[in-house]
């Protein structure tokens, strides 16, 4: 099996590409005097047999015959800095087993998707669900980690949550045995871990023609599966089959710091002589938890924009969450920000209908105006005001009823300020950054005060909730929350006992199943009032001594309008006063005391019905007198939604 230059062009692909009777393989090493490609069809020779033809650019490239789906390859580099074997940075599958993986040959076209019709939602209609692929579904705890196909077991339940976008923490291959993800040492290659082995995938045919069936679509093989990509792809497939879009979290920031000790690795691909860390191909001498990449160069910039094409194309991937932008920007004196810009253009040109997310601390709006006005280019990013104000009230009033607080923060807050669209900004209470086993507590045990089980705790968590859900932008829930999950999460809870999530309290916990079915209709109240998911938002009355706050939202010229009435205090309200923004009957459509103890015998409120009357004193024409549940979330609306 000769390397020939047969299919070989200007328009090779990188990596490796299964064609007609064989493969192309095309790989970067500028600096290299040799580059084999050697496998399990050459006995991993490498020898004038396995020598790739060096191209003007510094790539090299050949064409093997007789290769097919499944064989195995590595690159064997002869530089000036090392030789020996290094894995294709574009594989996009790798064997099972560290330290030395070697690459699998697979077809991009092997899997035969279900989703032709599927249309993500609007950027300001989604409502995104954050999860760990390892914790989130699958065995038991210490057992193995949770796979792609485990997910598949609660598709259907985040389609009834009303949740139409999951963002999986990062997939991407790591090479120790359970991590959140963000130390990623192959960007085109699926975490084999979250893979089923080919034995044990009978057990998962069931469930996935279930749901594939349910849809009106043919059952699959266990050979259609038997590919660890092809398991990734049928999950993304059949979340598009249920409505839920699948936003990618992207790591560019940085590579694991693990790579430097793994000499078949990016890091020690092509390496110059020497021992500075500029040596390396693809990275700087910067360091982020792992090196940084050399984005002054603009073959690795354009490694990474192939990687997130790469997800767009052959994965259907609905947008990317791009891990701490703040590093990119920041640690390359203008080069990162350019990246940005090329990468933003790329993917808009490519997919606009794919959402471009970045985390940028502190959020900056630069970072998602267009390029030509100087931007990044980025449709939306993560922001925190939110998090941290909704998180501070709740701090504030555990101390009891006689502890000062302030809607002041919330105000500024409530709306992202700076952003010229709200959609622009996500929103979260929860992520797994903040509620990782050694730091923050969940809203659950915040709310309570050291008490996730008291009156306090599941009250103030409806109404961060509730605030959370109806505020502008777009809202993002972390696995657990939705059905008030009180502890910490962790990656590994073998390691670190009392984090896994207690999916058993659905059942067996009145005070999760309640608050799950709080959560679940206050999703569908927002997917149903469009100003709910609008621009327009404005604090009406905002009262500190009362701990009542009032928001109006509303869209332009439809009469529409909802008013969200919220109480962070101990005591009812009766014949509270509140500005209406029109006179007339006003639906109490939402009232979260009706979840305590569902259906609460003895909720307080308004009957289901609320009359404005024509009164300005108080800042708008009209006005109202409410009971207000203590505690408590309140949305009055003009109508029953779509």
Known sequence: ???????????????????????????????????????????????????????????????????????????????????????????????????????????????????????????????????????????????????????????????DLGINAIEPLPIIEYSTPRSMGYNGSDLFSPEMDYQVPPGELGAYLPTINRLLAQKGHPPLSQADLSAGINQLKVMIDICHLYGIAVL??????????????????????????????????????????????????????????????????????????????????????GSGWLFCQDLTDTLRHRAARAIDIAEYWGPEPAVVRPREAGGAGFDAIWHDGLRETIRGLLAAVAGGRDAPMSWQALISQLRAPRFREAWRCV??????????????????????????????????????????????????????????????????????PGTSLYWSGLSADKTMTDFHRFTRELISLRRRHPALRGENCVVRLADDVARVIVVHRWLEGSGRDVVIVASLNESTHHGFSIPMPSAGHWTETFNSDLYENWVNPVVAGNGGSVMARNDPTIGLPCSASLTIPANAFLVLTRDGGD
């Open 1 to 159: 099996m000769a390397v020939t230059q047969e299919h070989i062009g200007a328009q090779t692909p990188m990596g490796a590409t299964l064609v007609d009777a064989g493969a192309t393989f095309r790989v970067w090493a500028p600096l290299a005097r040799e580059v084999h490609v050697c496998g399990d069809f050459n006995g991993w020779a490498h020898d004038a047999l396995s020598l790739l033809k060096r191209q003007d650019d510094g790539r090299w490239a050949g064409f093997v015959p007789g290769l097919a789906e499944g064989h195995l390859y590595k690159f064997y580099v002869v530089g000036e800095g090392s030789e020996g074997f290094k894995r294709d940075p574009y594989a996009r599958e790798l064997t099972r087993g560290w330290p030395g993986p070697a690459c699998i040959l697979r077809s991009p076209t092997a899997y035969t998707w279900h989703d032709a019709g599927w249309r993500p939602p609007a950027f300001s209609d989604l409502i995104v669900y954050q999860l760990h692929i390892g914790t989130w579904a699958g065995p038991a705890p210490g057992t193995r980690v949770g796979t792609f196909l485990d997910v598949l077991d609660r598709i259907e339940y985040l389609a």
């Open 248 to 333: 990618l979290d992207i790591v560019f920031n940085h590579a694991s710091g693990d790579i430097k000790g793994q000499p078949e690795s990016l890091y020690f691909f092509d390496r110059a002589a020497g021992f500075n860390p500029n040596d390396s191909l693809y990275f700087s001498e910067r360091d982020h938890t792992g090196p940084v990449f050399a984005f002054w160069n603009r073959d690795v910039r354009q490694f990474l924009i192939d990687n997130a094409t790469f997800f767009l194309d052959e994965y259907h991937i609905d947008g990317f969450r791009y891990d701490q932008v703040t590093v990119i920007d920041r640690e390359n004196a």
């Open 427 to 496: 929103q979260c209470i929860e992520s797994h950054d903040e509620v990782y086993h050694d730091r923050e507590p969940r809203i659950a045990a915040l709310a309570g005060g050291g008490n996730s089980r008291s009156w306090f705790a599941t009250s103030r968590a409806r109404v961060a909730t509730g605030l959370l859900l109806t505020a502008p932008g777009i809202p993002m829930l972390f696995m657990g929350q939705e059905f008030f999950e009180d502890k910490r999460w962790s990656d590994d809870p073998a390691s670190h």
